[in-house]
Nanobody, 122 residues
Framework: QVQLVESGGGLVQPGGSLRLSCTAS????????MGWYRQAPGKERELVAT???????NYADSLKGRFTISRDNAKTTVYLQMNNLKPEDTAVYYC????????????????WGQGTLVTVSS
């Protein structure tokens, strides 16, 4: 069984910064892509950023320049550095892992974390 555990959410003032972390656990052999999505109240879940095992990144156009995604050398932890946060960034941020291969040859197409709440407010 693969689990994703997020941390780092909380309350921050406009213009502030937060760093989210997400660590995958389980008998993981490799993870193709890890990323972050978010869902604001009353809205659909949307892409924030993704990063492949080779380090290729993809960002939502509206977030380029403020958010930075990175991944640790073991490739099982992904980070999201969020700068100059705005009230409209308020949302539950979900970690996602795609193409998760575990020992025994099983591949999980997609795994989601439970989400971490980010609130940007003065």
């Amino acid at each position: 069984q693969v689990q994703l555990v997020e941390s780092g959410g909380g309350l921050v003032q406009p213009g502030g910064s937060l760093r989210l972390s997400c660590t995958a656990s389980g008998s993981i052999f490799s993870i193709n892509t890890m990323g972050w999505y978010r869902q604001a109240p009353g809205k659909e879940r949307e892409l924030v950023a993704t990063i492949t095992s080779r380090g290729r990144t993809n960002y939502a156009d509206s977030l380029k320049g403020r958010f930075t995604i990175s991944r640790d050398n073991a490739k099982t932890t992904v980070y999201l550095q969020m700068n100059n946060l705005k009230p409209e960034d308020t949302a539950v941020y979900y970690c996602n892992a795609a193409g998760v291969a575990v020992t025994g040859g099983v591949v999980y197409v997609e795994v989601w974390g439970q989400g971490t709440l980010v609130t940007v407010s003065s």
